[in-house]
């Protein structure tokens, strides 16, 4: 078999590739349309007794969410299908040759996984408190007298909004008494 043999059988691949190229968008598309079949079937699923649930149940939200991300994925296909296309970044002034900054990316991974082993032994308004300072202290803010009043302040009224006007509760340790 000859070169010229397989020229023809190459060109619609090439051709079907490069149509793909310029059509990216389209599987952001498919994620949207799938994360809201995902979100809808979950909805679906949710168990609701009519005396449970006042005049907007628990399915409410769920349903909107859903039906909004595949109404998105519908109109941003439509728009990349028409010659749409994304714009790239111009305002941000990002060198690309420069390494990345792997420190940062661990320290904050430290204070997010010491919240999480935290917060059910010393309780959310402590764990928060590291979590909090931790991550200013991850972005470069070296202040040691304001980063950990910010971060015990933003904590404790953290925990109670969520604790007392949204009724999520948090466990309190130590401070349950207290607070």
């Keep these: 078999m000859s070169t010229t043999e397989l020229q023809p059988a190459a060109e619609?691949?090439?051709?079907?590739?490069?149509?793909?190229?310029?059509?990216?968008?389209?599987?952001?598309c498919v994620v949207l349309a799938a994360l809201g079949v995902l979100v809808l079937v979950d909805a679906w699923t949710i168990a609701t007794d009519f005396t449970q649930r006042g005049p907007v149940g628990?399915?409410?939200?769920?349903?909107?969410?859903?039906?909004?991300?595949?109404?998105?994925s519908v109109l941003l296909a439509r728009d990349v299908l028409r010659g749409g296309r994304g714009q790239s970044e111009s305002g941000e002034d990002v060198d690309l040759s420069a390494p990345s900054d792997w420190r940062t990316v661990l320290l904050l991974s430290a204070a997010f996984l010491a919240n999480a082993v935290l917060i059910n032994v010393i309780g959310f308004p402590l764990s928060g408190m590291i979590l909090f300072w931790g991550c200013a202290y991850a972005l470069?803010?070296?202040?040691?007298?304001?980063?950990?009043?910010?971060?015990?302040?933003?904590?404790?009224?953290?925990?109670?909004?969520?604790?007392?006007?949204?009724?999520?509760?948090?466990?309190?340790?130590?401070?349950?008494?207290?607070l």
């Design 140 to 178: 470069g803010s070296r202040n040691t007298v304001r980063d950990p009043l910010v971060a015990a302040v933003l904590s404790v009224l953290t925990y109670l909004v969520f604790n007392h006007l949204l009724g999520v509760p948090l466990p309190g340790g130590p401070l349950m008494g207290v």
């Design 58 to 72: 628990p399915k409410t939200v769920p349903y909107l969410v859903g039906g909004l991300l595949l109404l998105v």
């Design 12 to 28: 619609p691949r090439r051709a079907r590739r490069g149509w793909l190229k310029e059509h990216s968008e389209l599987g952001i």
